[in-house]
């Protein structure tokens, strides 16, 4: 397989090391996501993966990073469950086969990323004839692929944001979050990110690791979006240590620090005031 990684750089580039760690972790014999498309990539790739161990040598971060990855599927199961006929945007795809992990069949599903990426993406992401698979290869700051997934005829949405918020600027975030409110009231959106000490701490081991992408986007409490305005309404937070997992056991005491414990964090959130028809699990 030729090296489709080098022509990746800055923002981009950050998608090899989820694509990297979720490689690793599919060997492993108590795996907790098995994706073997990563593995093949990974092992077929002419890139120097060992730059990533600069960032994920720490098997804890490793461990959080994965649960983020299960988590984000459990998110996306939950909301087709309660909207069989929804639509997802997975913003910053990169070269996750989310879509595969959790398609139930009938939803519209649409992978957005850079043009760059997406471009990689078709090369070694081959999808089959699914009418329901959509790729928009733009930035997400684009307005334009809103009128792409606004002119499907679906009641329901859900935007996921994995690994993608902390690279904008607050002011980015917040543009998007209330153009998302106004095209589609009622839709729900699914993002992590870090409390602001941590993307300090973070941009040190980006330097280190000689990636030119840096982060800016912190957010010290969920509640913070309400005041936005747009009907933006908080549902509820995941944080690693919120149920017990084995491999995270020797350092859980972190939890009643919530500094630590809620440093990185998946938050959801419901778009606009038009109803739900479902409850939304938080």
Avoid at 55 to 74: G, Q, S, V, Y
Avoid at 87 to 93: E, L
Avoid at 147 to 157: I, K, N
Avoid at 184 to 208: C, I, K, Q, S
Wanted: charged residues 30%.
């Amino acid at each position: 397989m030729s090296d489709e990684s080098t022509n990746l750089d800055g923002v981009a580039e950050t998608l090899l090391i989820t694509l990297y760690v979720r490689a690793l972790e599919s060997e492993r014999p108590d795996a907790l996501i098995r994706d073997e498309k990563a593995v093949a990539l990974v092992k077929g790739m002419g890139y120097d993966f060992s730059r990533m161990e600069r960032i994920t040598k720490d098997e804890n971060d490793k461990t959080a990073l994965i649960l983020r990855n299960c988590e984000f599927d459990r998110y996306a199961q939950d909301f087709l469950a309660r909207n069989p006929q929804g639509a997802v945007t997975h913003i910053g795809c990169g070269l996750d086969s989310r879509f595969e992990r959790v398609d139930d069949g009938s939803v519209e599903w649409f992978d957005l990323d850079l043009p760059d990426v997406i471009e990689v993406r078709k090369r070694l992401l081959v999808v089959g004839e699914e009418p329901r698979y959509h790729l928009l290869g733009c930035s997400v700051l684009d307005d334009a692929w809103m009128d792409t997934v606004g002119a499907l005829d679906r009641h329901a949405h859900l935007f996921m944001a994995e690994g993608v918020f902390m690279y904008l600027e607050e002011a980015q975030v917040r543009s998007l979050v209330l153009g998302l409110a106004e095209r589609f009231p009622g839709a729900e959106l699914v993002f992590d990110t870090f409390r602001p000490y941590l993307v300090r701490m973070n941009n040190l081991r980006m330097r280190r690791s000689e990636f030119s992408a840096r982060y800016h986007f912190g957010l010290k409490r969920p509640k913070d979006l309400e005041g936005w305005g747009a009907g933006v309404h908080f549902v509820g937070a995941w944080f690693p240590f919120d149920r017990p997992e084995p491999r995270l056991a020797r350092i859980r005491w972190v939890r009643f620090i919530p500094p630590l414990g809620k440093a990185l964090g998946i938050f959801h959130y419901r778009l606009g005031d038009a109803p739900s028809r479902h409850p939304i699990r938080g």
